[in-house]
Each structure stands twice: as structure tokens, then as C-alpha cells.
């Protein structure tokens, strides 16, 4: 079973196929750059540096 998108639910997404649209979500983690997470990309250029309210798909 897939795991729900955050954004259908008022989240954002947090997990991207590519890098270029990770680094265009930072923003909305009020940070900059992207990290690989396995096959996909996320927003921040480290996986600790996101803050605000925003939900990540994934829990570490």
C-alpha cells in the first residue's frame, strides 16, 4: 500500500524524484539545497535542517 501524499492532506511534500524539485520545495522548509534519501530527493541540504510546521512523508 502506498503511503498517503502529505499534500492532499494540507501537508507538503517533502520527498521529490528529482533534485531540482527538491531544492525548489527548500524553500517552503525555510532552508536551501537537497539530500538524497535512497532512490528520491528531499529538501534541505541535510535531512536536520528543515523547520517550521511542514510534515514529512517519511518518519526517521
Known amino acids: 500500500m502506498?503511503?498517503?501524499?502529505p499534500a492532499a492532506q494540507g501537508g507538503t511534500k517533502a520527498i521529490f524524484a528529482t533534485k531540482a524539485?527538491?531544492?525548489?520545495?527548500?524553500?517552503?522548509?525555510?532552508?536551501?539545497?537537497?539530500h538524497k534519501m535512497g532512490e528520491m530527493w528531499m529538501p534541505c541540504?541535510?535531512?536536520g535542517d528543515a523547520s517550521g510546521?511542514?510534515?514529512?512523508?517519511?518518519a526517521h
Do not use: L, Q, Y
Not at 502506498?2 to 501524499?5: E, S
Not at 531544492?23 to 517552503?28: F, G, L, M, S, Y
Open 21 to 34: 524539485e527538491a531544492e525548489a520545495a527548500a524553500k517552503h522548509f525555510n532552508c536551501k539545497g537537497a
Open 53 to 58: 510546521t511542514h510534515t514529512s512523508p517519511m
Open 45 to 47: 541540504a541535510s535531512h
Open 2 to 5: 502506498a503511503a498517503p501524499d
